[in-house]
């Protein structure tokens, strides 16, 4: 009876699916396990030809320059003499409706300095160029700022590969009424019913 | 006319012609397309016979069906016949609409391992990411296919048979969350296993493709899938010509036939060129990460180290490269 024993168990312990192909109990291991820089073959992304900035306290992570894109930076240009603007140009700010918090936290002048118009300013009082104005808002939204530094929060320039380039906070949400709005699906649902 | 059959003695150390191809080692497959290609030469010089207006064009065009019809499995292709067959589907479809695509067969590369992440707190249900995909991948516009699915679920429940797939109001609604689903290249795939002529499999970069040209069309796939990952063509596909995404890719967005299962590739023709999947560029609210899993220095890596991740029937062992995380 012993002997039946044996052939049982050592087929008990090959029986399994073992075919040379990663398994599916290794996946998380070769995961973990992968913890050398990893060169993803050298492949590259195309992220556009705009000038791009390095984050702060963020190794290899760049996003594009907002100064660069700005049309009428520095906004001294205009500020320092407001008798030579153009009519046109002194509606540039008529359509900024702040709808972000409450009035008692945020108003123009806690983003903005009334004299140095070319940066922002923290709510210690220190100027931030335009380009960092991710740091403005890691202020209040720590949360955010931290998982948009790890890769968990906004979204990417380019593709997968390197360069690490990721659009900044106000590319997504505009810093003077932050919120998303409603709209209707890019796709009907009738469109939809072709899968089985 | 003697003269025209008769086999000159080989000199010293060589081979005639004809012995070589006699002593020539053959597979089945390869002696059927042989012949199969000499068949349609003949229907081809017989349509030419009967009919004065068969063309050059029409000729080459039956050949070349006929030689697709009896190709080999793509995992058993030399890089050569992976060549010819590519540019075979590069010329029949310019031959049919005067057009080129580009259809690539661009094999893995080392020490990448694709995985994805998808932000159940960000998803909006703009369904942004169904419309690239369709249009990405060339997918039927008839029977109106979709690779992915987003799912309106109520808040605090996430009890699949409760939520919609189908909905369409203004979006995000009250009360409501999404979550998408598709094909998520398990690591242990069980659509592969099921498969009876091995015409899906997974890359060694983890991307579950299909052989369209292998699939016959049984559907074990679609059934053992856990996850509704998969469609069938029950009818030939219709893509408008102008709308045909002409960079392609062998195992991914090509154009396909009636009978066969499809799936999401994870953008193949994109991914391997270090391109994030269509999903995830026409995404606008950044919900979807994609990235390769053996980088510790991606996003999906710093994802899965640091949010609180989980996988959909993880109990079954499918081990999906598919992960959800929220703020």
Known sequence: ?196 | MNDLIQIQPAAQGTKSGLEQLLERQITRRAALGTVAAGLAAGVGLAQTAINPFASQESREKTRLEWQEFFQGNFRLMTDDEKTQTVERLERLYELQTGKRINVDAAGHHENVLYGYAFNVSKCRGYMDCIKGCIRENNQDRQSGMAYIRIHEHKTGSTDFSHASDTFFHEVPAAGHFYMGTQCFHCQNPPCVDVCPVKATWMEPDGIVVVDYNWCIGCRYCMAACPYDARRFNWAEPQVPDEEVNPNQHYLGNRLRKRGVVEKCTFCIQRSRQGKNPACVEACPTGARVFGNLLDPGSEIRWILANKKVFRLKEDLGTEPKFWYYMD
């Open chain 1, 1 to 196: 009876m012993k002997w039946l024993l044996i052939p049982l168990v050592v087929m008990g312990l090959t029986g399994c699916k073992h075919d040379g192909s990663p398994g599916h109990a290794s996946l998380m291991d070769t995961i973990q396990e992968s913890t050398r820089p990893n060169r993803n073959a050298g492949l590259s992304s195309d992220v556009g030809g705009a000038a791009l900035v390095e984050v702060e306290h963020t190794p290899g992570m760049l996003i594009r320059s907002r100064e660069a894109a700005l049309e009428k930076f520095p906004c001294q240009s205009c500020h320092i003499d407001l008798a030579k603007v153009s009519r046109e140009q002194r509606k540039a700010h008529w359509q900024v409706e702040l709808k972000h918090a409450s009035e008692t936290v945020m108003q123009c002048s806690t983003c903005h300095f009334e004299t140095d118009v070319n940066r922002l300013r923290t709510i210690a009082g220190k100027p931030v160029g335009f380009d960092h104005s991710y740091q403005i808002c890691g202020q209040c939204h720590s949360k955010q700022a931290e998982d948009w530094a790890g890769g968990a929060h906004g979204k990417r320039v380019g593709g997968w590969a390197p360069p690490r380039v990721a659009q900044t906070c106000v590319e997504c949400h505009n810093p003077h009424s932050p919120g998303w709005s409603k709209r209707w699906p890019a796709v009907a649902g009738r469109a939809r019913f072709g899968n089985e």
